[in-house]
């Protein structure tokens, strides 16, 4: 193993902790149908009302950015081993 794989699994598991401590902290959502949990359908959103400046939308911005960070690093710690040999 590289010090190159080594930094790569250290960074994808502090990535992948931060993502588990920022998902959990977030509200859960509750549906009031079926329906409405199929097609994610809504009357309106608070989201829209506040354009997401609200802790909610906050910490949901962040989960996106950390799954995009740890799916780059996935890739990242699979794919430069290749091309370095």
Same mark, same amino acid.
């Given at each position: 193993m590289s010090t190159l794989e080594v930094i790569g699994g250290v960074v994808i598991i502090v990535l992948s902790l931060i993502t588990i401590i920022i998902c959990l902290s977030q509200e859960q959502k509750s549906q009031d149908s079926m329906t $409405?949990?199929? +097609?994610?359908a809504s009357a309106d959103s608070f989201y829209g009302k506040n354009e997401g400046r609200?802790?909610?939308? /906050?910490? $949901?911005?962040? +989960?996106?950015t950390l799954a995009?960070?740890?799916?780059?690093?996935?890739?990242?710690?699979?794919?430069?081993? /290749?091309f370095t040999k």
């Open positions: $409405a949990a199929l +097609t994610g609200t802790k909610e939308a /906050i910490l $949901a911005k962040i +989960t996106r995009i960070l740890l799916f780059a690093a996935v890739l990242a710690v699979n794919i430069v081993p /290749i």
